[in-house]
């Protein structure tokens, strides 16, 4: 297959990678605004080549847009524009809701397949793709009922390549959930960093005492706001609601630490520990 | 030197395995109140035996206590009850305030140098003890001017085998230090685990979903609260004023979240990767 990768930097240059691995792709061609990006993409060997949009959809099979999620509402439509009935469109994005409303009356929906392969580092760019990024995690497939049969099965053939397993939900369910199991943990991340950069004005000498627990919650705080700002004003209303929680639980904890209750705190953190289930699986 | 560690658990056993390793132990005596824990020790080979309080301290140059900081505040002064001009107590606790007053007025208080060596997992007891635990990892000395010379220069030589780097502060400074780079971290954790296993009664499949990153915030959320619930209790007052900050924090991202001031929210995530400067040195 001759596969187009419209963004190759984190998420597209590490599908890039995985893609030639399996052998699933026999040809990359590469897709980016950013001069320097697409010349580190070829000189990585993510892609082959380097090609203006229009001609790199014409070679293509399948045409694969890996960019942050406010480009992917205008990208979209472009794509589709310049498809015909064979060439399949998948998406990489965090969100999934204005993706899918931005192409839901363009005549050549049918070829666009909504994917989130859910995977990810807190770097960016073509430098931070890497091999088996995507090995045994989970790409979420969303309103496949608009998209043909035909191109589905192509794209399942794909993440599976890259060794992912796949589920099924719709736009607004994918929104949601990604909320609470990834949007959230990086204002949580970003909100520690600053809490402890602010105190190190005064005190100087904090940071020698960073640990491996501290380094583990703030490493999200890393992330590439270029990504994550799109992302967090798409899935603003989800985000609102799940962080509304999490500061009350957080106040929770406090509550218990002011009153000195705690057999309460003891009692939230075994409930707590009981996360070991799902990341420990 | 023949070394006694008093809780052979994550800490203590992984302070024996690497004095075993280093050469500085030739014996190491393990005293436990837990027999299961006691019987791990001996069967992991992270102490030579098992003997009770007296008997492992009489026999021993230097006795390191690594139990859970509630114990150490009453453990420590019968420990220091034991042992002549010569020998050496350490502990390996995560707050220093209580620990020293335990200890302040004791007529063997020099013979004690109070230490908290910088380094843990997510995990607890004897068969969470690991090689390499501390190196490259920090050692805090504190109130040094109240041990004798001769003990800390021994503990310095101790801690430095497991290839730790020695910073000194006095206890108070300490305690303030940890609750931002650790305490706080893990109360952080331990709200978004909450957050989400509450929210995962109502959406079953929310976990499908949990990628790296969020693994990677939650990860202390395993913590054990026999460990925890003593050092909060402990550091109560410097956790309740970081925990403030941190609330104040998450709620101005609430607040430009609400107010859709995307500019401002990603001017502070800005200054957050600058988190970067800390933890990828």
Known sequence: MIVTIIGPGLIGGSIAIGLR??????????VDRNADHAAHAVALGLVDEVRPLAEAIRESQIIVVATPVDSLVTLLPQVLDLVNNEQIVLDAGSTKGPALQAVAQHPQRARFVATHPMAGTEH??????????????CCV????????????????????????????????EHDLHVAYV???????????????????????????????GFSSTVRLAKSNPDTWIPIFRQNRDNVLDVLDEFINTVSRFRTLLIKKDFETFEAYMRQANDISRIIDK
């Open 21 to 30: 691995e399996s052998g699933f792709a026999t040809r990359l061609i590469g």
């Open 182 to 212: 990834s949007h959230i943990s990086h204002i949580a991340s970003f909100a520690l960093a600053l809490t402890v950069l602010e105190k190190e004005r005064e005190e100087d000498r904090i940071f020698e005492l960073a640990s491996g």
């Open 141 to 172: 497939f969303t309103a496949i009922e608009q998209s043909a049969p035909d191109a589905v099965e192509v794209a399942r053939r794909l993440y599976e390549s890259l060794g992912m397993r796949i589920t099924y939900l719709d736009g607004a």
């Open 124 to 137: 960016s760019g073509p430098t931070a793709a890497v091999a088996g990024l995507f090995l045994g995690k």
